[in-house]
């Protein structure tokens, strides 16, 4: 998956970590960073409280989860903290934050010991709970609004080393109002985010393009049957649309703010696979075997269309064409077909009117150079681009450029 696609399909992941507390499960727990694997301590976080902070809500922030000594010395001297960095302000330091390279000092309370000492092989449970505002010694001392990185912190002095970090797991915590201060709690703060900034999420769905030319008249024919597994509800692609299904349903205001960016070669792959024509993947041999996949595709199929119905939707280019280097090469026409074509196929598969105006390029790149699909009132564009990390250069104002015949749906992507 591209760079760019790769952080939005993440920040949705992040999105879904704000629908209630509970467990934290990987996918959506927004984090992701866990200490390094080859340390001598995992942990697993299964809870947080609250997934985000408003005035209304709890005034405790409660972790809890499970620590395993994977090494093969006794851990003693453990102790557990939760630390904050100051609000994320860029997209840059939303890129370190995920990397796990941003800072996480800003506010760092006594750790809190934990008893007895962790043989190898053994695990125990941890539960931290801390007030959300207060002295910066007990407490993360939030004093404004804004997306937060937790650091959850466990310490420990491995055999007869010293003691040092030994496992960890970041966490973005979304403060919209601050609750009140314990020291003044009958000052309640007023309940403003601060100034919301409307955006849209574009979520990518596509993969990498596995059909081969046929004559006409044979069975479609991929290279492999990877996209069986990928398209059962626990693959790759199925748990994608499960998840959209799931926490972004037909009419909620996650749906509203999502626009869902689909390839339509995969989704004409897919309607391929499930014909009853059937398909054939290459065997290890070379030869045509059938493929396994049919049922899956279809199941796949139906549930995208239902979540892509009465929703945003546009069309990547064909196959997920690099139409900026189409058109260096001179092949303009070719790239304009890529984006027209595919917004054809992708229209008439899933039956849902696909945004016209609006196109993805790889890489979020464009070109200044003329060519059909930036002059045509029917091929403007609404051009994604890529910002970069705050410890590579200052963070570009402009996320979209709108074309002069076009109307994008939103002036940033």
């Known amino acids: 998956m591209k760079p760019v696609a790769t952080l939005v399909a993440i920040t949705l992941l992040v999105l879904a970590g704000l629908f209630g507390p509970g467990p934290v499960p990987s996918a959506a727990a927004a984090p992701a960073q866990v200490a390094p694997a080859d340390g001598p301590l995992r942990l697993d976080l299964t809870e947080m409280s609250p997934r985000m902070v408003s005035v209304g809500g709890p005034q405790d922030l409660v972790v809890a989860g499970t620590l395993t000594n994977t090494g093969d010395v006794p851990i003693r001297d453990l102790g557990i903290r939760v630390q904050r960095g100051n609000p994320l302000e860029t997209e840059g330091e939303l890129r370190d934050a995920l990397d796990g ?5 800003a506010i760092t309370p006594q750790f809190l010991p934990l008893a007895g000492e962790l043989a190898p092989g053994d695990s125990v449970p941890v539960r931290l709970t801390l007030p959300l505002r207060g002295a910066p010694e007990t407490s993360l001392a939030l004093n404004t609004t804004g997306v937060h990185e937790l650091l959850v912190n466990v310490n420990g002095a491995p055999g007869d080393g010293a003691r040092a970090r030994l496992a960890a797991v970041r966490v973005l915590l979304p403060v919209l109002s601050l609750p009140p201060d314990p020291a003044v709690p009958d000052d309640v703060p007023a309940a403003t985010t601060g100034g919301a900034t409307p955006f849209s999420l574009l979520m990518p769905i596509t993969d990498t393009p596995r059909r081969l ?15 069986a597994a990928s398209f059962a509800p626990d693959g790759r692609l199925g748990g994608l649309v499960g998840t959209l299904a799931r926490y972004a349903s037909a009419g909620s205001r996650v749906r509203q703010a999502t626009c869902l960016a689909i390839d339509p070669e995969l989704v004409q792959t897919a309607a391929l696979m499930r ?17 396994t996949g049919a049922a899956a595709a279809g199941e796949w199929l139906d549930q995208l269309a239902a979540a892509a119905r009465g929703g945003c939707v546009i069309a990547l280019p064909y196959a997920d064409a690099d139409i900026v280097a189409l058109t260096r090469a001179g092949m303009a026409d070719l790239a304009d077909r890529a984006i027209t074509d595919g917004r054809t196929v992708l229209q008439n598969i899933l039956q849902t009117p696909v945004v016209p105006n609006v196109t993805w390029p790889v890489e979020a790149r464009s070109t200044k150079r003329r060519s059909p699909w930036r002059r045509r009132p029917a091929g403007g564009h609404c051009c994604c681009r890529r910002m970069p990390s705050s410890k590579t250069g200052p963070p570009s104002t402009r996320g979209c450029t709108r074309s002069r015949a076009g109307s994008a749906p939103s002036s940033r992507c």
């Open 101 to 105: 390279t941003a800072r996480s000092d």
């Open 213 to 227: 030319a046929t004559v006409p008249g044979e069975s479609t024919l991929l290279t492999d049957d990877d996209l």
């Open 275 to 291: 014909s009853p024509n059937g398909y054939q993947v290459r065997g290890a041999d070379g030869a045509p075997i059938p493929g």
